[in-house]
Every structure is written in structure tokens, then in C-alpha cells.
């Protein structure tokens, strides 16, 4: 999931007792979430083309037939939306996941101290949840650009929109919502969880914040595929779809699925998926924490300082720039005691 691993990125420093100003971290966000899909991309669209087309006997035949037939550039069709989409996403995410974070602990006063890892679910889950109306369009219009096979190249973002214009409408571009909530809702409450769990393990063993960063978003980021990924095949099969015909909804067409190919279908290119997503959700944090590191740089030089906390309602600190945004609750009160790094259990 592309997506997952740029957006856990807003609520990376927040868990790691580190206030970074609002620009940087959205900055560093998008630098991470571009290199995740330029990584990523080519894995993509061969898992796409395997779940939208029975024409290929697997990944490396369907590799071949497209290097063949419309060439290496012919891997990237379709990213252009993914990456003009990936900054309202991470907005969406970020806000929410937050919002519903700061709500947790007004009700909860023990999540201002140590917010549980069944307390990070929820809010992940509801940050997926919210992101769908914008990331729906967005993989729609992807998904149709990576299947379209008749062309070396790709037949163009704006031809494509209008393509799917003429076809419903608006409407039209919402074919999938229902299976992407369904997808992202568990994936996502997965997916931050995992990475705390991991992350804090391999602190507590001694390994350095890169490394179980980068170890820990592979992890979670290959098991929240797992779980999610036949309702991403039924997903792909609806917005691929082209023309004016009848729309199914995601129970007839997996039902459709299951009654033609078998149950098999519903994990065609699932091998391809998981070797996309291990490298995807490891190279997105270093990328990040080094552009946080570089921009960071860069403000000292210039002897500024950027007034907006990656939290509301997070107090100004000192030259220092000690304090961690998980740290302080819904009141701007500092929560830790004596210095003590505070993380989910």
C-alpha cells in the first residue's frame, strides 16, 4: 500500500518524542511518499494487471508480455495520480488520526500518558476510513491507466478523466469506494499498530531508530497487505471496468469472481504485492527522517524558526526544541515525568 506507509509518516515523529514544525513534516511526508511510489510503481502495476486480467500465467509472464509489447516506461503507467493525490491523503490522515487521537484522551486520561496499542487501532482505522472519498478517485483512475494495454504509452491522466467522466458522472469515479473502505478501515488500524509493536521491540533490543523504523514498516506493511488483500483484487476487477454498462457492487462481483475462477482469484498477484510491499515500506522512513534532518538544517542556517507544531494544540518549546508531540495532551499539558520517553503499550 503505497498510501499506508507516506501516511504513517505524519504520526511517525509524534511517537518518536520529537516536534517537528508542521512545513517539514509535510514536506518530508510527500518526499517519502514520492520515493515509495517511484519504488513501488512498477511492482504495482504488474500486481493490477494480474488481478484485472486472466491472460497471464504470472508476474514474470506478465512482465514479459508488457516489456514486449509497450516497453520499461510502460511500468509506470498510471502514477501520475498517486502522486497528485498523495498530499490531500496525507492531510486527511494526518488531521483525523490526530483529532480522533486528542478526542481519546479527553475520554481516556491514561492515553495521555500511554496510549494503548488497541487505542492506535482505532485511530488508524478511522484515519483509513476518511481517506477513502480522496484515495478512491485517485487509485480508479490509476488502476485504469495501468490496464490500458492497447498503447505503448499511457493514454493521458486528463484523457482518462474525461474517459470516466462520460461513462456516470462524478458517480463514476466513486466505482470502488465500498471495497477500499472496507480494505483500509482493518488495514490501516493494522498497519500503525504493527509498527509501534515492532518498532518498540527492536528499540528495547538495541537497535538504532533507523533501523527499526525501516524494519518495522516492512513488517507492517507485508501483514496489512495480507489481510486485506483479497478485498483489493474484488477492488481492482470494479474500477477497472470500462464502458457504460451495469455496475456490480463488491459482493456480487466477488461472488461473480468466486463462481468463475474459484476462490484462487482472490490472491491472483498477492506474491508480487508482498515482494512490493517490503521495499516500499521500508525505504519511505529513512527518506523521511532524512529530509526532516536536511530541512531542519537548512532552518538553522537561516536562523528561523517555524511558529506551527505538528500538533494544534502543542505548546511552544524552547531553544532546546525538546518535548515530544505524544507528550502533551488535548490541554497543551506536558504529560511525561522526569524526561521519560512515553510510547503506546
Known sequence: MDELAAQELEIHENKA?????????????????VVSLAVGQPFDTIKVRLQASTKFKGAIDCLRQLLATEGPLALFKGMSSPVLSA?????????SYNETMTLIKKTDPEARKRPTYEQVVLAGSVAGALQCSVLTPSE??????????????????LSCIREVYREGGLRAFFNGFGPTLVRDLPAFGCYFALYEVVKDKLEGRGASPWLSSSVAG???????WIIVYPVDVIKTVMQTQRGT?????MLETGLRLWR???????????????VRALPVNCIVFPVYEWTVEFLGKIDSLHSTR????????????????????????SDGVDARTDGEKISVT
Open 17 to 33: 518524542g520529537e516536534i517537528v514544525p508542521t512545513l517539514h513534516s509535510f514536506v518530508a511526508g510527500c518526499a517519502g511518499g
Open 87 to 95: 498530499s490531500f491523503v496525507n492531510a486527511i490522515v494526518f488531521t
Open 140 to 157: 480508479l483512475i490509476k488502476c485504469r491507466l495501468q490496464t490500458d494495454m492497447t498503447r505503448p504509452r499511457s493514454q493521458g491522466l
Open 218 to 224: 516492512g513488517f507492517a506493511g507485508c501483514f496489512s
Open 245 to 249: 454498462g451495469p455496475r456490480h457492487g
Open 260 to 274: 468463475t475462477e474459484g476462490l484462487g482469484v482472490f490472491f491472483r498477484g498477492a506474491s508480487i504485492a508482498m
Open 306 to 329: 517555524w511558529p506551527v507544531k505538528l500538533l494544534p494544540s502543542a505548546p511552544d518549546v524552547g531553544e532546546t526544541g525538546t518535548g515530544g508531540l505524544g507528550n502533551v495532551d
